[in-house]
């Protein structure tokens, strides 16, 4: 269940942007927190996910903090 889980959420991260970048970035960290709520994940792959989705916002062309 983890492996899915993890692997779901990559897809998400790497699916085409077809909006707001920071839309996707927020639907990246509920399912982060989503899946540390249902004890899926523990608190160092959450911070791996979180560190990694903002490395995301930051690093995506035409975002205001790039």
Known sequence: MKNTAMAEW???LSR???????KR?????SVADNLL?????????WRELVRTAG???VGSPGHKYH
């Open 10 to 12: 990559r897809l998400m």
């Open 37 to 45: 709520a249902r004890g899926i994940i523990d608190c160092s792959e």
């Open 55 to 57: 490395s995301y916002l």
């Open 25 to 29: 970035y927020d639907e990246l960290i």
């Open 16 to 22: 085409p942007l077809n909006g707001d970048i920071e």
